[in-house]
């Protein structure tokens, strides 16, 4: 039969048989191992599909379905700050380290020139070359009140040896009280505290102090004075932010037996002076400063020393134009 058969095709026909039979045999192998191939690796828990049909429920690497969720929490009031902090307290101190215990008054002037200028005096090589000629030496330095009586009076009360001024400018009321503590006889120190800057506007009414390069030689013209009068022994600048010093002193232990206020005079300014400067005042010592009656009247100074004083049941004097508050 099988003969039979072969001998039906015509034998023409044969080659051609054989060409296209051999390609199509491994076409439909390579068909075959591929599909067993996929069938043998196709992960069981996953469903093929497009990914417009994907849903949280076709895979378990998803999200489980919603039915799964915990319900969602109960809405919860909104916190409110309010609750932490007592507005009424007025107590700027709570998130400050406390003060550290008071360093002797006679390691007060070595401690700051060490920490604060490299253990070098800064009137050493005073004036530097680049300034020297455009200082001016004066028989008196112009203030604000600074030769009024209530220096004279706080100083025989209090017999202070550390001062700390906070506001400065020229020197003026530092010098009158480095003249008023040496012809009581005391070994006063007074700490300057001034950024020396003056302030925005303030070259309209102070013209001749000199300016380089738009920065006022304030802090020069000061240790000029200081110089001029002989009284740098006594007395030390801190040429910084009344803020961050006040903050220092309190932390380095350098405390006060009077400080006076006099940098800023707007409300703000003043009422974080009083509460800063107030920290680093010695039991039995008194804190004072000017501008009490000014034209903003009970916006500025006033209104913070006012303020500062109910707050800590305390009294105020006035003398003069200044108020003075003696603690006990
Ligand atoms: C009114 S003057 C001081 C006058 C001085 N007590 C006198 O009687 O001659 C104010 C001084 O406070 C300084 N000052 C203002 N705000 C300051 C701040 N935040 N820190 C340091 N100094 C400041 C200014 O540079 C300026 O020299």
């Not at 192998?29 to 996929?38: E, H, Q, R, S, V």
């Not at 690497?61 to 969720?69: G, N, T």
């Not at 400018?169 to 040496?182: D, K, Q, R």
Request: aromatic residues 10%; hydrophobic residues 40%.
């Amino acid at each position: 039969m099988k003969t039979d058969h072969n001998r039906r095709l015509s034998p023409s026909l044969k080659p051609n048989i054989v060409k296209t039979a051999k390609p199509a045999a491994y076409f439909i192998l390579l068909m075959l191992t591929y599909a067993l191939g996929y069938i043998s690796h196709r992960p069981s828990h996953t469903t093929l599909t497009t990914p417009s049909s994907l849903s949280l429920s076709s895979s378990p690497l998803l999200l489980p379905p919603p039915s799964s969720f915990p319900p969602p929490p109960p809405p919860s009031p909104i916190p409110t700050i309010r609750s932490s902090i007592d507005a009424s307290e007025l107590n700027p101190f709570r998130v400050t380290t406390r003060c550290a215990d008071p360093v002797p008054p006679e390691t007060v002037r070595r401690t700051l020139v060490d920490r604060l200028f490299n253990g070098t005096s800064p009137y050493e090589n005073f004036p530097p070359p680049h300034a020297a000629a455009k200082l001016h030496r004066t028989s008196r330095v112009k203030g604000w009140g600074s030769y009024g009586a209530v220096f004279e009076n706080v100083i025989r009360r209090v017999r202070p040896k550390t001062i700390v001024e906070v506001g400065t400018f020229l020197g003026a009321s530092a010098i009158h009280m480095a003249e008023l503590t040496w012809q009581l006889g005391l070994e006063t120190q007074i700490l300057c505290v001034d950024d020396f800057r003056g302030w925005a506007g303030f070259r309209d009414r102070f013209s001749k102090i000199p300016i380089e390069n738009g920065d006022v030689l304030l802090y020069y013209q000061f240790l000029q004075n200081v110089i001029t009068f002989n009284h740098t022994e006594m007395v030390l600048p801190i040429p910084f932010s009344s803020g961050s010093t006040l903050m220092l002193l309190c932390e380095w232990g350098v405390t006060a037996d009077l400080i006076e206020i006099d940098a800023g005079h707007d409300f703000l300014s003043a009422w974080a002076d009083i509460n800063r400067g107030f920290r680093i005042l010695r039991p039995g010592g008194v804190i004072f400063g000017h501008d009490y009656f000014t034209a903003a009247d009970n916006r500025g100074v006033r209104r913070a020393v006012d303020l500062f004083a109910k707050v800590n049941n305390l009294k105020i004097t006035v003398d003069g134009q200044h108020w003075v508050i003696y603690p006990s």
